[in-house]
């Protein structure tokens, strides 16, 4: 899902500094709506458990390029039903920044671009859940059928927001709509792959509940909600 340098500049990246503020924004709304049922330890913790699973995803699992991005296996949801959506917000743009100063310079000045990429699917996740998990519901008793819809938001959103910047950036020429496309046929894999991933975490995740009453995962996973 990185943009790469020279998508989008001059002008244009003013658009992305507005997007990243919103971003940051409403994150900071979700910051302190986790801090209401969480204590700042357990929020800090969560947060850190999520800035180093963005890194792994990031910089360790398998990644290719793809038309005019990367495909990336970014578990977005996973993050989001295990750490809550504060967190989850907090470490994928934590995460992108470790990886871009440390191991990738030069994507660096697309950082507000890939850190709106990242999160505003993640605020989308966060609407649906709400609307579509009935409140006495725990993450952990989620179906298959629960966990795709988020899956298939999160990462269609991924999709949405790469072509968006791909023809922001580039235009609606022949070459750069084949690009965007390919990337998105490709990104169809991932889409199959994370509700699966998260299953089995939330599976893993049943026997865990003293870490859940410790802090290390969102009250949530293992509770109806507040």
Do not use: C
């Amino acid at each position: 899902m990185h943009i790469e340098p020279g998508v989008v500049d001059g002008a244009k990246m003013l658009l992305a500094y507005g997007t990243a503020a919103a971003a940051a924004g409403y994150s900071m709304k979700l910051i302190n709506d986790d801090l209401k049922t969480h204590s700042a330890v357990s929020f800090g913790l969560r947060a850190i458990i999520a800035a180093v699973g963005v890194f792994i995803f990031f910089e360790v699992f398998p990644h290719f390029a793809v038309g005019i991005s990367e495909v990336h296996i970014i578990l977005g949801t996973t993050l989001f039903l295990l750490l809550g959506s504060g967190p989850a917000a907090v470490g994928l743009a934590g995460g992108l920044a470790i990886q871009g100063f440390l191991f990738a310079p030069s994507d660096v000045p697309m950082y507000f671009v890939n850190v709106s990429t990242l999160l505003f699917p993640l605020f989308a996740v966060d609407a649906l859940a709400k609307k579509v998990i009935p409140q006495t519901t725990a993450y952990v008793d989620l179906r298959y059928s629960d966990v795709l819809k988020m899956s298939a938001v999160y990462q269609g959103g991924v999709v949405a927001w790469v072509a968006f910047w791909a023809i922001y950036g580039q235009g609606v020429g022949a070459e750069n709509i084949s690009a965007v496309t390919s990337f998105g046929v490709a990104y169809l894999l991932v889409i199959l792959i994370e509700p699966v991933a998260d299953l089995a975490a939330l599976a893993g995740a049943k026997g865990l509940r003293s870490l859940t009453e410790r802090g290390v995962f969102t009250q949530r996973l293992h509770n109806a909600a507040a």
